[in-house]
């Protein structure tokens, strides 16, 4: 053989028949690699599929905290959403796996990386900068670039090479999933006009057959990290488990959009990612309640471009990693409670409380308690408004 080649293996059908195509298209021996970032699914099966398809070796991280703790978290503390919806479930996990890739390519002494990801999509190149930021030297291999089967095709190619995948040409859906959420796209999710079928969700029940009665939930934060869930102190790995259980029993999460892909077309895409959806929402609240009006309006110009950095597969770009460092200065008063309801696919922030608050009642309230200096207004006003009193005089005799 012509070396070895790290495939990121998933046991889904494009990876599958990658571990065949690439042993006869390359004569290399292939190592197949699965990271464990929450997604459902027993791995080990996983594992041993690769090796019964023809990996000459494979390997399972189990990087869920890495995942949480490094880019999920700073994500959220930046009230990550690509084009104001998408919380970047996929973007985020890309990087880790390609650094576990290139770990596992140095370890065994490989040449080349190789990934399942299609020649219009944007995770081909997440994959393809990571590798080329961390390890400039080893070669790339997309074979779904070169291949260029439909995915009809590769069913067939899948049925005639004796590879089992968990499709079929009846449900055709691709699908990715971690634990900040699941995409689903592909099959008849493709015409724009048409309403997704409801299997094409796996984490969230139907709005229309949730509970009759809200749930409520309290999320704890300290300096901009979800530290508590009812009172309860936990891991935010764990914390982000409980609220995907939550809030998709409530069909909380639940995402529709016309996304524009980095390579310059449109696509549907379905996500649902109650934890996501619930702790950003808490997350702004909570901001709402601590900073001040000025880094308020600011921070969300530097919060789509972090955004469109991870989506564009850009997390080693400096001005990712200096647009984190500013949120995360922004987050030092950022703690206290948020009280979240769950009810019908909706969640809405009922209730907000901190040390910090800069919410003063003395000042706000309307009630005979009212501290406010009303007749500060008057100057205030004749001095903000004085260029433009100017300017409307201006002229004029």
Known sequence: ???KAILAYSGGLDTSCAIKWLKDSYDMGVIAVMAGLGQPGDLEAVKEKALSIGAIDASIYDAREAFAEDYVLPALKANALYEGKYPLATALARPLIGTLLVEEARRHGATAIAHGCTGKGNDQVRFDVTIMALAPDLQIIAPLREWAMSREE???Y?????????????????????????????????????EPPEDAYEWTASPLDAPDTPQYVAIGFEAGKPVSLDGETMEFLELVSRLNEAGGSHGVGRLDMIENRLVGIKSREIYEAPAACILIEAHKALEALTLTREVLHFKPLLEQKFAELVYYGLWHEPLRAAIASFVDSTQERVSGTVRVKLYKGACTVVGRKSAFSLYDHALATY????????????GFIELWGLPL??????GRS
Request: net charge negative; aromatic share 6%.
């Open 1 to 3: 053989m012509k070396g």
């Open 154 to 156: 590769e069913l067939d």
């Open 158 to 194: 899948a049925e005639k090479h004796g590879i089992p995948v968990p499709v079929t040409k009846q449900s055709p859906y691709s699908t990715d999933e971690n634990l900040w959420g699941r995409s689903c796209e592909a099959g008849p999710l493709e015409d724009p006009d048409q």
């Open 367 to 378: 009630d005979k308690s009212d501290e406010f200096h009303h007749r500060s207004s008057e």
């Open 389 to 394: 009193k100017v300017w409307g005089g201006a």
